[in-house]
């Protein structure tokens, strides 16, 4: 079995996310941390940008001092993700001495290229792991988060499709649970952590099911 290093969690607002990060993050070793504001995918579009200018110009005359694209030609796309990579270890991840497996959750996963935009982060960490995690939707939509918008649930509809459209294109690097179900019987997170690689602890994952705090009211995060 490949080694899993980097986990993602894919959702959307008031999906009890926050609840699963933390039955992960019970797992020995692992570190995943909560929602960025969607950094990565500042990352993304500098990573983008130079692989776009780079294939624009003519390498020859955009080598020369003397052309406005100068230097653009020797943008090093491996650098770019080994560097990438580096930063977002030291500042977003930040594994520490015994961490085995690191990642995020999200809740930021709605922009019309969800697919380059995944295919980048496993280009930046190879052999990343998505579990996406869903709801039922018209729960979601009821929500605080959600009410103020226009038409919530088409909203939250839309955004859950194009989360499983990319996943569908993950193959077993993707990994769907929802909320309803194991919140109900917990029982059925034993897929998810056996496709992972990892032990199911059912004494765990009942005390972070019970823990205020990773509640947060019903489990709205």
Known sequence: MVRVEHVFVMTYGRSGSTLLMGILNSIPGWLLRGENRHAMRHLYDFHRSGLAEKARVD???????????????????????????ALAEATLLRPEPDTRVSGFKEIRWYDADLPDYVAFLREVFPGARFVVNTRHLPDVAASNYWTHKDDPLAQ??????????????????AYRVHYDDYVAHPGVLRGLFEWLGEDYDQDAVEAVLATPHSRRGKHRG
């Open 156 to 173: 939250v509809q839309a955004i859950e499709d194009k989360i499983l459209t990319a996943a569908a294109g993950l193959g077993d690097a």
């Open 59 to 85: 390498p020859e005359r955009a080598s020369q001092p003397t052309h406005p694209w100068f230097g653009i030609e020797g943008f090093p796309e491996a650098a770019s993700l080994q560097q990438i990579r």
